[in-house]
């Protein structure tokens, strides 16, 4: 890893005041410049932190928006709840796993429950998605 | 001629169907034709079906157009909608929209209606009055208003605020905390965020009131990283409120910090919430000691929901008989209801308790959107009851509900059409609870996978009434053995399924 990551992390944790109680915010931040969270991120920040690297292998685990490996374009988050499940959301998922796209998640609703199927990419949401829409949705806002 | 207003949601769900590119086309329309207009992102009005949903102020009124896409913004001008002209769009005064003109708006009263972030626009229409008349009053006085107005907990369990705050208020310590609960994880509620987005200042407003109470100066607001635009709109609002210094002079202070969550159900439940905000795995904690005596840093701390310390502005301004008024038995005031799933008229319904489900779903909502027959609805997020037509008249309060075995929850109702497999809903129940269990105690953690795997082998047909005699032993067990509603409700949308919909498990 060159220098450049490492300033990166060193500045996002103090910018948090090297508090260990902001270590999710630090998580999303420093995974928002990599793209995911490597081993030697983690280790910057435990060190940073003061926190050890168990408990942060701990908490990174137990939060399914962390990634440990690299990926490709935007998060694409497809709504698996109730709400989505009852106007075709199923089908949307199904037709989602089957494209190139690599870098998709099942969540469990999106707050758009009145206009499902509800799909979130990268920090845009989108509401009524039919498998066409994903597609060019996939294909305009979702290119890696 | 002055700048007409337009009106132009900047909701999360207005802009998932299109309210940027719609709010694009229409300044560019105007530009073209070289009238002038002054674009106004205000929050949802809650009728999400017809969003992106545009609203013109004219002389006798804001009138709504919906749901509108760019194709349609030059025949809009054509039309006049300038001047409240007709068009296919067009539904006369918003306000007398029945879905709207029908409610009872406290919490939302703002909603939609102002711009969120306009300080001035949250005065002008009653914003800051329960604060000032907070300013007034002694802590007891302040959590005596809460209790007499009958305010519970919108979080989902319905506790009394009051009662909660009056713990707090009792215990002498250095430092007491707020948290405002954000998470809002259950699957067909979207409240929080419209209300996040829409006013946010009402929320920050709710939290100072609650300080002023028990004795806090900081106030945290954890909001779930699947809402990154009630994050930004929460974040700008922060900083706006600060900067104004509202309580200069009151010898009070009140900091509000914002934590995003990160994809985990389980960190609504409040104590899983306080270990998320120290930065930590979001792992249930055994009650007592209750928050509201050791919470957050081990000091005391209140939490609630958005949605109920967004409503408290209100009770300090008009008073607790005032809100108390709406409602019935013991669930005063009123109820966020949300419509989603197969429905025709999705959006937000506030209304006082004591509405029926087949008002809120038929009357309201006018039916599946589909148009084919409902079949269920689920009450109040993944852990509720599917409710079955012939309960439709139930009247919507916690003990009515509580009476057919169904609950509020945070007032999500999911309406599913005739094509619903209701073994697969139970299943996925059973799925949702494994994927979300914190895992810290074993009928939970066990618990689900043994009911997913049982459920599999009933929808296969493999010895379907001795298998169905053991899920009804593990619901039992999930029921009485958990540490936590998340364990320990799972089992009722799964028995409801059974007792209400049992022809689907005949294998
Ligand atoms: C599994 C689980 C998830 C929960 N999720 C939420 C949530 O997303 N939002 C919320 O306000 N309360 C949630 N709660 C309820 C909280 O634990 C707590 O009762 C509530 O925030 C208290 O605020 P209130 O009294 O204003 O409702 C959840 C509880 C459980 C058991
Ligand atoms: S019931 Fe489930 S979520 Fe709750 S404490 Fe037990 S394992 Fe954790
Ligand atoms: S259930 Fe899909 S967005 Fe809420």
Redesign the interface.
């Known amino acids: 890893m060159n220098h450049e990551p490492k300033d990166k992390i060193l500045s996002i944790c103090a910018d948090y005041g090297n508090?260990?109680?902001?270590?999710?915010?630090i998580?999303?931040d420093v995974q928002v410049e990599l793209g995911f969270l490597s081993t030697e991120a983690l280790i910057q920040i435990a060190d940073a932190l003061n926190i050890s690297r168990a408990?942060i292998h701990?908490?990174v685990s137990?939060?399914?928006?962390?990634r440990r490996e690299p990926t490709q374009g935007p998060t694409v988050?497809i709504c698996r709840?109730?709400?989505c499940?009852?106007?075709g959301g199923e089908d949307l998922a199904k037709h989602a796993k089957e494209t190139a796209h690599t870098n998709i998640h099942d969540?469990?609703?999106?707050?758009?429950?009145?206009?499902?199927p509800?799909v979130?990419i990268g920090?845009?949401?989108?509401?009524?998605v039919t498998p066409e829409r994903l597609d060019a949705l996939l294909k305009t806002k979702a290119a890696p | 001629m002055s700048a007409r207003a337009i009106y132009v949601p900047c909701d999360?769900?207005a802009?998932?169907?299109g309210a940027d590119d719609v709010a694009a086309a229409i300044e560019q329309e105007a530009a073209k034709r070289d009238v002038q207009i002054k674009i106004i992102r205000n929050g949802s009005r809650g009728m999400?079906?017809l969003?992106p949903l545009v609203e013109v102020e004219t002389d006798t009124g804001r009138t709504a157009y919906g749901p509108v896409a760019p194709e349609d913004v030059a025949e809009l001008f054509d039309a006049g909608f300038l001047n409240g002209g007709t068009h296919d769009l067009s539904h006369g005064l918003t306000e007398d929209i029945p879905y709207f003109a029908k409610q009872e708006r406290l919490t939302f009263v703002r909603c939609g209606i102002t711009d969120p972030l306009s300080l001035e626009d949250y005065q002008t229409h009653g914003g800051l009055a329960g604060l000032r008349k907070t300013l007034t009053l002694s802590p007891e006085a302040i959590v005596e208003t809460v209790t007499q107005s009958g305010l519970r907990g919108r979080g989902g369990a319905g506790f009394p605020t009051g009662i909660k705050w009056k713990t707090a208020l009792e215990i002498d310590a250095s430092q007491k905390y707020i948290c405002a609960n954000a998470d809002?994880?259950?699957?067909?509620?979207?409240a929080?965020?419209m209300l996040m987005e829409g006013d946010p200042f009402v929320l920050l407003e709710g939290m100072v009131i609650a300080g002023l109470a028990v004795g806090a100066s900081i106030g945290y607001i954890y909001i779930r990283?699947?809402?990154?635009?009630?994050i930004k709109t929460m974040g700008r609002a922060v900083q706006i409120w600060q900067a104004a210094n509202l309580l200069a002079g009151s010898g009070q202070t009140f900091e509000i910090i914002i934590?995003?969550?990160?994809?985990?159900?389980i960190c609504g439940e409040e104590t899983s919430m306080l270990e998320?905000?120290?930065?930590?795995?979001?792992?249930i904690k055994v009650k007592p000691p209750l928050p509201a005596i050791e919470g957050l840093?081990g000091k005391p701390t209140i939490i609630n929901n958005v949605l109920t310390l967004a409503s408290v502005p209100i009770i300090l301004d008009k008073g607790a008989g005032y809100y108390r008024d709406f409602g019935q038995g013991r669930s005063r005031g009123t109820q966020a209801f949300?419509?989603?799933?197969?429905?025709k008229r999705?959006?937000l319904v506030e209304k006082a308790f004591g509405v029926s489900l087949r008002e809120l779903v038929e009357g309201f909502g006018g039916g599946s959107?589909?148009g084919k027959h409902i079949r269920t609805v689920?009450a109040g997020g993944?852990l509720g009851a599917y409710i079955p037509p012939h309960e439709f008249d139930v009247e919507m309060d916690y003990e009515k509900l509580a009476d057919i075995d169904a609950m509020l929850g945070h007032g999500?109702l999911?309406?599913?059409?005739e094509d619903?497999n209701m073994a697969k809903?139970a299943r996925?129940a059973m799925k949702?609870c494994e994927?979300?269990s914190c895992g810290k105690c074993t009928p939970c953690r066990i618990g689900a996978v043994r009911g997913k795997e049982t459920l599999d082998k009933i929808i296969a047909g493999e010895n379907v009434a001795a298998n169905l005699a053991l899920l009804d032993e593990i619901c039992e067990l999930m029921t009485d053995g958990s540490l936590c509603a998340m364990g320990g409700l799972t089992p009722m949308p799964v028995q409801s399924a059974i007792k209400h919909f049992g022809e689907d498990f005949k294998g």
Do not use: M
């Not at chain 2, 990283?225 to 009630?230: G, V």
């Open positions: 508090q260990p109680d902001t270590l999710i915010e998580l999303h408990d701990g908490v137990f939060y399914d928006d962390f988050k709840a109730e709400a499940q009852a106007v969540v469990y609703c999106l707050g758009n429950c009145a206009l499902g509800a979130l920090d845009d949401l989108y509401g009524r | 999360a769900a802009l998932s169907v999400l079906w969003e809002e994880g259950d699957s067909g509620t979207f929080d965020r990283s699947e809402y990154p635009h009630a934590r995003r969550g990160a994809g985990a159900y998320s905000i120290e930065g930590k795995r979001g792992q840093f949300q419509l989603g799933g197969d429905i999705g959006g959107r589909s689920q993944p999500g999911v309406v599913f059409n619903v809903q996925f949702f994927v979300e």
